[in-house]
């Protein structure tokens, strides 16, 4: 399984890849920076990789999801409620394709600010 890594605000993230092609994709992309934006429970910055939309894309989504939003070429990880929850779990603005999972506890990214660097790594093969 490969892994990478997501720093930012002093925080470090392990994230898990799933074996998707739009995980395959990010992989190959790294290392890369952006600059973090806010949506409630969630963080998502856009990156230099665009990839359509897949057939497992999904709204509804678990905290420490990773997912890729296509409409803003943008890396999300979920950790709470966001403003389409219809209840307390996110729930994304439009479908994104689910490529990861945070190990461990995502809801530190609750200290994230809006403008916060981010750093993107491979830390496994």
């Keep these: 399984m ?23 994709v990010i ?9 973090a934006s806010r949506w409630g429970g969630e963080i998502y910055f856009e990156i230099p990789v665009k990839i359509p939309e897949d057939e497992g894309a999904r709204e509804q989504v678990e905290a420490g999801e990773v997912g890729y939003w296509p409409p803003g070429h943008a890396f999300c990880i979920f950790f709470g409620r966001t403003p389409t929850s219809r209840d307390e779990k996110p729930r994304a603005a439009s479908p994104v394709n689910i490529f990861g ?3 461990g506890d995502a809801t530190v ?10 750093t993107i790594r491979s830390i496994s093969s």
């Design 2 to 24: 490969k892994m990478i890594s997501v720093e930012t605000e002093g925080i470090l993230l392990r994230v898990a890849l799933n074996e998707s092609s739009t995980a395959q």
């Design 27 to 35: 992989g190959r992309a790294l290392p890369m920076e952006s600059v």
């Design 101 to 103: 999972k945070v190990v």
């Design 109 to 118: 990214l609750q200290r994230v600010k809006e403008g916060s660097k981010v």
